[in-house]
């Protein structure tokens, strides 16, 4: 298959999911290799761009997704009138803020780091798919842990988590995920 065949292919792909979908996935629909897939994904992300289309193709970490154009968004929004979600209070963004750095967590771990009890935002953070859980901690009662998630990457404009802003002076890097 010839790279704008490879395009093409990947387009009609992504366009029919429409959620993100993994690099090595897309090779292996394609029986292409990793890189040819990347090399047209980022051709057409490129293409979109320049273009000034109405989409765009963004990459999720090692994942790629068709996403509407931002200059789009009033328009989009104001088609489907639909009741705008609540914004996050601020103690479930606090809690999303301690997952982004410090994943992957426990329940404990947001506890003790914010002081309350961080059921509900956790729960909050849960329904809008901003985090997921992620496996158990190796201690007793098998606590779950958790992430974010590539919504929580495309909320925030995010390509990866190395893309979060660095944290303020003082607060510890390795502050530590699972306890």
């Known amino acids: 298959m010839e790279q704008a065949e490879r395009e093409r292919a ?33 051709a057409l992300a490129a293409f979109y761009e320049t273009q000034a289309r109405g989409i765009r193709l963004v990459q ?10 931002p200059r ?3 328009v989009i929004r104001g088609l489907l009138a639909r009741k705008k979600p609540d914004k996050l209070s601020a103690s479930a963004l606090e809690t999303l803020a301690l997952v982004a ?12 780091a914010r002081g309350v009890d961080s ?14 859980p992620c496996g158990t901690l190796d201690a007793p009662g098998r606590p779950t842990l958790y992430r974010t998630t590539q919504t929580f990457l495309r909320s925030f404009g995010l390509s990866d988590l190395a893309d979060l802003p660095p944290l303020p002076e003082g607060i510890p890097a390795e502050a530590g995920g699972a306890p």
């Open 101 to 112: 750095y410090f994943q992957p967590v426990t329940r404990v771990y947001l506890d003790q």
């Open 60 to 69: 999720l970490e090692e994942s790629w997704q068709l996403v509407s154009a």
């Open 119 to 132: 059921a509900h935002s956790l729960g909050v953070l849960l329904d809008r798919e901003l985090v997921e």
């Open 10 to 42: 990947v387009e009609a792909i992504l366009f029919a999911l429409g959620e993100p979908v993994p690099t090595a996935r897309l090779a292996q629909a394609l029986d292409a290799e990793e890189d040819q897939v990347l090399a047209a994904c980022q």
């Open 72 to 74: 789009w968004g009033a």
